[in-house]
């Protein structure tokens, strides 16, 4: 079955639009990450948060007004056009809804019950449905009028690159014609000062596989995409998954999983490593991630295959992190650059030389031909793993 993705919008800390997004990207630019106590109070962080003014949400959707939402909405704005051909072409009950994400709303809990803390009122335009994890993809479903299926996969860090498998296999059962699919999270507290009990913050930039890394940049983002079987310039040719629960927080240092994940994509797409152009790696720039994911690409690539993380500039974007790494290979197959200006690994580290090598993209690096395949990777806690493969038809 022959699948594509027909579109793409995206918000992250280093571009509200796919063009802004890959051309800082490619520049190197770190200028997203800002150290900040918004949600951390007293102890300041470095976060990558989307800039800029978000669409308001309709007042009869109350229910579902928070950032998150607020960031779908933004998103979906992106690639509007598209979405409304597939309904007209399809029917509202044959396209479906599957996002991911890890906060949803939280952060407005957040601060409805730091109000109920200092002896005031929950704010009335307070609702459960607003962090609620399912409250994403039930806001696109209800503004859009569909009637197919609409849910979230929450699987930590993996939980977007997740929602990609779940939407193929709604096309694959006949249950939909298209679907929307992406993921979204947003800035809050809980996450913040969760990471930093676990002691996996950096205290400055993250350095993704750098000899210094200390751990991440958390961020927020959101990316949509379009997946249905009308012919698009961009293909969803492989998806591999795995769970290795090797430990609740830490990767397996064998990365037995993460091998069979990458191998797993590979085969789906009835594709060679060395056919593969370019690998978003997961990348999260704390130790033992960048150590056990260098051990799983070279396995599976050798040191021949271009290969960076982009959370140097995006930071970590949570259950988000992996439709916005997809977003950005999208981006890379759809620039049409006859050279294949990459995405550099930008850690203002020296790599770590005890780690096996790998082809890490320089600033200002090129394939020398347009990039064709492209592979994202994405880990998540209890050893949730996904890797996709897209290409350019």
Not at 281 to 294: I, K, Q, R
Not at 306 to 329: R, W
Request: net charge neutral.
């Amino acid at each position: 079955m022959k699948l594509y993705l027909n579109d793409m919008g995206v918000l992250s800390a280093v571009g509200n639009t796919g063009h802004a997004l890959l051309s800082r990207l490619q520049a190197g630019d770190r200028s997203g990450l800002v150290r900040t106590e918004t949600y951390s109070p007293g102890q300041p962080v470095y976060v990558g948060a989307v800039q800029g003014e978000l669409p308001e949400i309709d007042k009869k959707y109350g229910v579902y007004a928070c950032r998150n939402n607020q960031l779908l909405l933004a998103a979906l704005g992106q690639i509007q056009p598209t979405v409304s051909r597939m309904l007209k072409k399809q029917g509202a009950g044959r396209v479906g809804v599957v996002i991911g994400t890890s906060t949803s709303g939280v952060r407005n809990t957040e601060l409805a019950l730091a109000e109920v803390a200092a002896g005031r009122e929950k704010p009335a335009q307070f609702h459960y449905k607003q962090q609620q994890l399912a409250g994403g993809a039930d806001f696109l479903a209800h503004i859009l009028g569909l009637k197919g299926p609409a849910y979230a996969v929450s699987t930590a860090c993996s939980s977007s690159g997740r929602a990609f498998a779940s939407a193929r296999r709604l096309i694959a059962l006949g249950l939909c014609d298209a679907v929307i699919v992406g993921g979204a999270d947003s800035l809050c507290q809980f996450t913040v000062n969760g990471f930093a009990a676990l002691e996996s913050l950096s205290a400055g930039l993250c350095k993704p596989f750098g000899m210094h890394r200390d751990g991440i940049n958390l961020a927020e983002a959101a990316s949509l995409f379009v997946l249905s079987k009308e012919e698009g310039s961009v293909a969803l040719k492989g998806i591999g998954a795995s769970s290795d629960a090797y430990h609740f927080s830490a990767p397996d240092p064998s990365a037995c999983a993460v091998i069979g994940a990458m191998e797993m994509a590979l085969a789906d797409a009835q594709m060679r490593p060395e056919e593969i152009d370019y690998i978003n790696l997961h990348g999260t720039a704390t130790p033992l991630n960048d150590a056990m994911e260098s051990v799983a690409a070279a396995n599976v690539f050798g040191n021949k295959v271009a290969a960076s993380s982009t959370k140097g500039m995006t930071g970590h974007a949570l259950g988000a992190a992996a439709a916005l790494e997809l977003g950005i290979c999208w981006q890379l197959l759809a620039q049409n650059d006859r050279q294949g200006l990459l995405v550099p690994n930008i850690n203002g580290d020296e790599l770590d030389g005890a780690l096996p090598a790998l082809n890490y993209v320089n600033l200002g690096q090129t394939l020398g031909r347009p990039i064709n395949h492209c592979q994202s990777n994405s880990f998540a806690f209890g050893g949730n793993n996904i890797s996709i493969i897209i290409s350019r038809t």
